[in-house]
């Protein structure tokens, strides 16, 4: 007997929702709970699940359809399992502005009005653009080559915080003895690669709904600049098209830096878009390159019981931290089990016999040892080929676009935002950006501000700063201040086993302005936003001190590291 897919209840006083999307077809398979569509209530997208598992035997509502509480959208059955759908279901009426989206959706393309913009890119800057260019009243067109979230959501910050999630469990039960039976337990890597792969598809549905939501016409394909009112579209199916936007913003992202004379080969050896290919733990595994996301792999499989090598050309590693917490760093990855090498870089590479023999070293000492994998975490390059900037005339330096801190370009009319203008190339940094495009765009003056913005290494333990580093620091004010506050002293801390660490804050003696904030510890890519909310707020070192915050916690290290700061410490 087939099963009926109803509007379940929608909330306090919400009657009614719109279809948005269907996510399977009429004759694919479903599992019980699997969501099988998508409704709009109040600005909210709820999902639909499946009551039973089976196949989509018949979809009655279509999409863009308004419907109400108990009204029946389809019918789930068994497979194999023949039935007619009845004639007389209940209607729903068609939403008038629905109707019309897919007529004005291929207009859309090649209108030229009032407000409209083109967004080339869709990672966290393009769509935080396409999005916010919408609500203004804008009629947005984004071209995407790849995926909707770009490189962080599918190669970048989603997926390794996933990873991380997971190992840190290992971790945990590897550093305590209160855990009985744990020794020996370990990661089954295709599921993880599953569980991943499932977090990032919602993910990437979520921002597609989001383009719905707004109607925003998203075009999967590839764009270059025609001249600087013109650009030439290229869909994946379907033929080339020129628009002429009012406004265009490029969010083009980036792409992985390479080692001359490496090859990555996406089977023994990766950069950081193939390594999510790697279906087993290497037993030793080589990373180069001790930025963030070298640091995070290194911790990763480290913790799933990889042999980790971690070399880093320069003299020190964590390059663009706090000498004091890179050090720290450092430190604590050493302890950790991962040979981490500086000055030190990769001078020769090769594949023979499904090993990766690595000749390392410098001018001055050289040394070949073998390795089941190797990894290239060298950075990113801003992705500009084949945007044709040269026909518009738009500036770039060193490979990146040059804009002004309002995003604007050279070009009238032509803005820029996130990895294709270089670093600090944080999805975070490109939101901001994007909402600081938006604004300008619309008649607003707006700067970005770097230094206000956080940075984050999701190592273990974490690192989360703000502001100038000690360094920078005291070459504008020679006369500043530093207090410490360490985790080991935290109650907090202290009962979870996470004393590793502390609370750094640099500040102006005489008006107590907070210069710049860095953590080492548990969470501290989490407490740095209070710091970050701090500066931005232009908060003082008094104002901190005197926060009351909960107990436990570890944010009270934040309040005693600014008491310390004023001569006030409470534990220590």
Not at 12 to 23: F, Q, R, S
Not at 101 to 129: D, M, N, R
Not at 407 to 416: K, L
Not at 534 to 559: F, G, K
Request: aromatic share 4%; proline share 4%.
């Amino acid at each position: 007997m087939p099963v009926e897919i109803l509007v379940p209840y929608l909330g306090h006083n919400v009657k009614k929702a719109k279809l948005i999307e269907w996510m399977k077809a009429e004759g694919d398979a479903v599992e019980e709970e699997e969501i099988v569509a998508h409704l709009e209530a109040e600005k909210a997208v709820l999902e639909i699940q499946s009551p039973a598992a089976g196949v989509l035997a018949a979809i009655v509502v279509p999409e863009g359809t308004e419907v109400q509480v108990g009204d029946l959208m389809g019918y789930i059955a068994k497979a194999g399992e023949s039935f007619e759908v009845p004639k007389t279901v209940p209607s729903a009426k068609k939403s008038p502005e629905s109707a019309k989206v897919s007529v004005e959706a291929s207009e859309q393309i090649a209108e030229t009005h009032p407000q409209s913009i083109l967004v080339i890119g869709g990672g966290p800057g393009g769509y935080t653009a396409a999005i916010k260019a919408a609500q203004k009243g804008a009629k947005v067109t984004l071209i995407e080559k790849s995926k909707l979230g770009g490189t962080c959501l599918h190669t970048g910050c989603m997926p390794t915080k996933a990873y991380l999630a997971k190992a840190k469990v290992l971790e945990q039960l590897a550093a305590s003895d209160v855990y009985a039976g744990a020794n020996g337990i370990g990661v089954d890597i295709k599921k993880l690669m599953g569980y991943t792969n499932t977090a990032i598809g919602k993910l990437t549905n979520g921002v597609g709904m989001l383009m719905k939501r707004y109607e925003i016409n998203v075009v999967n394909g590839s764009a270059s600049l025609l001249g600087t009112d013109k650009v030439s579209v290229q869909p994946i199916d379907g033929e080339a098209f020129e628009i002429r936007p009012d406004v265009l913003i490029i969010a083009a992202g980036s792409v992985p830096s390479d080692i001359p004379g490496i090859a990555v080969d996406g089977r023994r050896i990766h950069n950081t878009d193939t390594i999510w290919t790697l279906d087993h733990v290497p037993k030793r595994m080589l990373i180069a390159g001790s930025g963030a996301v070298g640091t995070e792999f290194a911790c990763i499989y480290n913790a799933l019981g990889a042999s980790v090598k971690l070399v880093e050309m320069l003299d020190k590693a964590m390059p663009g931290l706090d000498r004091e917490i890179a050090d720290a760093l450092s430190a604590s990855l050493k302890k950790r089990g991962i040979d981490l090498m500086t000055s030190t870089g990769i001078l020769k590479a090769e594949i023979s016999k499904g090993v990766v023999s690595a000749t390392l070293g410098n001018s001055e000492t050289q040394s070949t040892e073998p390795f089941d994998c190797l990894l290239v975490a060298a950075g990113r390059k801003p992705e500009i080929e084949g945007l044709g900037l040269e026909r518009a005339g738009v500036a770039t330096d060193r490979g990146a676009i040059v804009v002004g801190p309002d995003m604007r370009t050279n070009v009238d009319r032509i803005y820029a935002i996130g990895d294709v203008i270089g670093p600090p190339m944080l999805a975070h940094a490109a939101f901001h950006e994007a909402d600081v495009a938006v604004d300008n765009i619309f008649g607003g003056d707006r700067r970005a501000d770097y230094r206000k913005i956080a940075y984050c290494v999701y190592s273990y333990p974490e690192v989360g700063s703000v502001g100038w580093t000690e360094e920078q620091a005291m070459n504008a004010h020679p006369d500043c201040k530093i207090t410490r506050f360490p985790f080991s002293a935290n109650g907090k801390a202290m009962v979870c086993g996470e004393t590793e660490g502390l609370v750094k804050i640099i500040f102006e003696d005489k008006l107590g302005e907070l210069l710049g904030v860095h953590i080492i510890g548990e969470h501290a890519t989490e407490l740095i936003a209070n710091f970050a909310t701090a500066v931005s707020s232009e908060l003082s070192i008094d104002e901190i001190a005197s926060t009351v915050m909960a107990h436990p916690t570890l944010s009270e290290a934040m309040a005693e590291a600014a008491q310390a700061g004023i001569g006030h410490a409470l534990h220590i």
